[in-house]
């Protein structure tokens, strides 16, 4: 018998009380919770008391003004989608991390912020037999799906690998290890690189490698593989995952890292047919760039400071205010209608039609 169930408490309500990713943006904050050392769970409600629709594995983007400057930056929600009065985010304190740092350190309950949301395309697809797979506070999208799990008391056949630094850095081990014993289907697998802080750890530590999953997940080749962390780790589990048989339409990872604040981007040069100049305002800098070029690609190259993060679109990390000139953009989703009327656009996906003047 299926006993999956399809019900939310948001689907029972209008249109009208449903927040609306095109429409609505004011979010309070109504609890903070010290998860880890370096690790805190920010809880959020619509200020007009309306339900979320979102799906385990999406994520929000977050408007925020930080010492009088425009910042945005994407967390994946932590939460049950089931449970739709609110939806939690749960972040790193990453080091020199602008955003993580003033979430940490100046967030407080009450106080108000701007979201885009919820956005994405990590979801779990029907299965009999999933690995879910995170590294350091990656573990938040798998973490939503868990909790979905729960809430909807669906049998699973889930082995959920996480790995961490050292045992104090494992964020919702507690929690994780509760529903496991709830759970007859959940099977964990925690692995720290190193036991310090912890000399009594009883399970093993290091990397995961072909050897580690092979040994902890023999049936690896059957399951569909949800992973999600570091650049690194996935790239690790992306090769690791192939050699044991996982077919690639089973593996499936978040497209972009939402922990790392402003990562670097490959360039690649590309023939241009006309030349065209944007001038960063608030920087003093001039940067030349073929009409075939994106704004993001040539400014990083020519060394300009400028947020980024997905580099197609997706997250809307590097917003920004088109003062003048014209862009050809072609977005995945970071950006609204009424944001770009207001005239911001996403420099990574862009490419300009004329010289152009950018509010950075």
């Excluded at 399970?203 to 593989?225: F, K, M």
Aim: net charge negative.
């Amino acid at each position: 018998m299926d006993t999956k169930s399809n019900f939310s408490p948001a689907g029972r309500l209008e249109p009208s009380d449903i927040w609306s990713r095109d429409a609505d943006e004011d979010l309070v904050c109504i609890d903070v919770h010290q998860e880890t050392h370096d690790v805190k769970t920010f809880t959020f409600a619509s200020t007009e008391g309306k339900r979320f629709a979102f799906e385990a594995g999406q994520y929000f983007l977050f408007d925020l003004d930080i010492e009088g400057e425009p910042e945005s930056r994407c967390y994946s929600i932590s939460s049950s989608p089931k449970r739709s009065n609110a939806f939690s985010v749960t972040v790193k304190r990453v080091a020199d991390g602008k955003i993580s740092n003033w979430l940490h350190d100046r967030l407080t309950v009450n106080a108000k912020v701007k979201a885009n949301g919820p956005l994405g395309q990590f979801i779990r697809p029907n299965g009999r037999k999933y690995l879910f797979l995170s590294g350091g506070s990656g573990i938040t999208p798998v973490m939503a799906m868990v909790r979905e799990l729960a809430d909807t008391c669906e049998p699973v056949d889930v082995v959920f690998m996480h790995a961490a630094r050292t045992p104090k850095d494992l964020i919702f081990r507690d929690e994780l290890a509760s529903l496991a014993n709830r759970m007859k289907g959940l099977r964990l697998q925690f692995l720290p690189e190193v036991v310090t802080g912890e000399t009594n750890w009883h399970g093993l530590t290091g990397r995961i490698s072909g050897a580690y999953l092979q040994l902890a997940i023999p049936d690896i080749a059957e399951r569909i593989v949800m992973c999600c962390g570091p650049a690194p780790f996935m790239a690790a589990a992306r090769t690791i995952a192939a050699e044991l048989g996982v077919p690639q339409s089973n593996y499936i990872e978040e497209s972009f890292d939402a922990v790392i604040d402003t990562p670097d981007i490959p360039i690649v040069d590309q023939p241009a047919t006309r030349t065209f100049q944007v001038e960063f305002s608030k920087q003093g800098r001039k940067v030349e760039i073929g009409g075939e070029q994106t704004v993001l690609s040539c400014a990083k190259k020519a060394g300009v400071k400028l947020a980024s993060s997905c580099s197609n679109g997706v997250c809307g990390t590097c917003k920004s205010k088109l003062v003048s000139g014209s862009v050809e953009m072609n977005h995945n989703g970071g950006i609204r209608q009424r944001e770009i009327d207001a005239g911001l656009f996403l420099p990574c996906c862009s490419k300009p039609l004329s010289d152009l003047v950018v509010d950075r």
